[in-house]
Structures are given as structure tokens and as C-alpha cells.
């Protein structure tokens, strides 16, 4: 019929129709087909010789192929990456400035043209050929500075003996020049300046006036022993002539120590409440009955061991008191 039926059919088609109708029907069908529904789409897709010009609304169940590229570039970049790269490099750079990141090798080929400015750091190695284009200039001065020879010359400027070096003292603004004598020390220096300037004054050295300070050999009490360095402190005032007088005024109790003397047992028993024995005063590692130094003065020490365990241990038998390693 020309036009669609108001009602739907009362009994489903044996298949489907061959040709869509003209306009949908008002209603749904009662009932389905009798045919199932088609398991693959009707026909390929179309193969279109251009391409479209806008994109449509609704994206296609299956991509379509053209058989030519698209006449310009997309607006913006794809959403996710390329599977894999191009064939071949782009004819035109992609962008009007350089990266802001290095490349991490670099190029197999020299550019054509040189840089228009010179690069902020000198490069680590020599170019393997000449620049086409020298400087047209030398430069003022030479890019290193000589080493200071460190030897002391006379500076007439000033009337002293200065090092050869350009900073600070001993150093001066200058390097000594190549017709002024050298020395190896500023004595040496000022001697030739003759014997009517002292060391002090002629030497541009600023430590002289501390060479030159007297020591203080006098000796004074440190933590454990005494000391004659010359570095007493100011508020220091138990000095002493000699070594011996600062260890008997101020370690009399470690006199051995503070002089620096190694003690020697006596060979004299005294009993060791430690051992639980009468042991003889000499080196352990000796042996035998050595039993190290008493550990104080107060210590009372016997001529034998029988001396020794008669005074301390008359209850015990001197084999037993005795002490035998």
C-alpha cells in the first residue's frame, strides 16, 4: 500500500520486507518476525573516493576506508598516542621553536649553517676540524694566570720583603718582575735590605709578630699531667720552673705518671684482697708469684711471703696464702 497501516498486523510476516517502508509505522508490532534478526550488517561498507567534509553525528559501527588522506591536518592532537612511528619524517618542523630539553644523542650530521651566538659553555673536547673563521683579534691577556712562584722579593714601593703571588699578605697586587732578585725565605730577604731594619718591620708576612713572640717554657698543671707548650692560657698562674716541681705541687698522688715514668715493682710482697693472696710486687705477665704493683702507697709491703701471710693470714697455711699464678 502507498500508505503505512494505523494498526499494527494481527499476525507476524514469514520474513522480512525487501524494501523499508516509507514512513515508521504509529504503533509497534504485536508480535515479532518470524525471522531472526540478521547476525552481520547487510552490505560492506561504502568506499568513498573523497572524504567527508564534516564528521557525523553518530560514530559508524565499523570504520569506513577512503582510499585518500584527509586535505588538511585535524584540529588538534589525537586523543591517545600512534601504535607505532611514521615511515618517514615530516616535511616541515612542527613547531616554530626549539624543545626546551636536550636530545639525549646527538646528531649523526653537523648543521649547515653555524649558530648566530657562541655557546655559554666551552666544549670539553677539540672540534675535529678548524673554524672556517678565526677571530679577528687576539685577546688582551692570556686566559690563565701563571702560578705564583712563592719565593720573597723586595718591594721598594713599600720598603718590605713581599711573597711573589697576587691577594693578600705576604701576597701584594703584583708579581715580582722578572729583573728583581728572588729568596727563598723573607729572612733571607731582609738581610739583604741590611742590618738596620729588624725582621718585624721589613717582613710583609702578617703571622711575624706571633714567629717572633717569645715561648713561655715555664710548666703548668693540665688535666692529668703538666705541660710546657707555650699555650698557657692568661688566667694560668701556677707556673713552675721545672717538671719535676709542677708534678710534686700538683700530682704528687701520680707523680710516676705526670713525669712520665714507667714504675717498677719492688719485689716486696703485700697481700691482694683482690686475689684473696700474698702476691709479690712485679709485672703479671712475668709470672709465677707476680701479682702487678701495689695499688697505692699506703700499701704495706714484707720482705717473703711468709712475712706477708703471718701478718695478714696466720690462719691459713703459707702454701695456700702464697700466691702461684
Known sequence: ??????????????????????????????????????????????????????PSTNPSYMPTTTIQPTAGPTKGPSRSPTMGPTEGPSQTPTTNQPSTRPTKEPSRSPTENPTKRPSRSPT??????????????????????????????????????????????PCRNRRKRTWEAGYPTDEACCAKMGRYISLKKCSYDPTIEQRNAPVDTKWYPGTATCINDGKAPSWQRNKHNTQSQCCSSRFNWNYDNCMGIT???????????????????????????????????????????????????????????????
Open 1 to 54: 500500500s502507498k500508505e503505512p497501516s494505523r494498526s499494527p498486523a494481527p499476525l507476524p510476516t514469514d520474513g522480512p520486507s525487501t524494501s523499508p517502508s516509507k514512513a515508521p509505522s504509529r504503533n509497534p508490532t504485536t508480535m515479532p518476525t518470524g525471522a531472526p534478526i540478521t547476525e552481520s550488517p547487510v552490505a560492506p561498507p561504502s568506499m568513498s573516493m573523497v572524504p567527508t567534509y564534516s
Open 124 to 169: 670539553t673536547r677539540p672540534t675535529k676540524i678548524p673554524t672556517r673563521n678565526p677571530t679577528k683579534k687576539p685577546t688582551n691577556a692570556p686566559s690563565v694566570t701563571p702560578p705564583a712562584s712563592g719565593v720573597w722579593y723586595i718591594d721598594w714601593d713599600i720598603d718590605k720583603c713581599v711573597r711573589d703571588c697576587v691577594g693578600k699578605r
Open 263 to 325: 714504675p717498677v715493682g719492688s719485689g716486696k710482697w703485700f697481700i691482694s684482697w683482690a686475689k684473696g693472696k700474698c702476691v709479690k710486687e712485679c709485672d703479671e705477665s712475668q709470672g709465677g708469684s707476680c701479682g702487678g704493683l701495689k695499688p697505692g702507697s699506703w700499701i704495706v709491703t714484707h720482705a717473703d711471703a711468709n712475712a706477708c701471710c703471718g701478718a695478714h693470714m696466720s690462719y691459713d697455711t703459707v702454701a695456700a696464702c702464697k700466691f702461684n699464678g
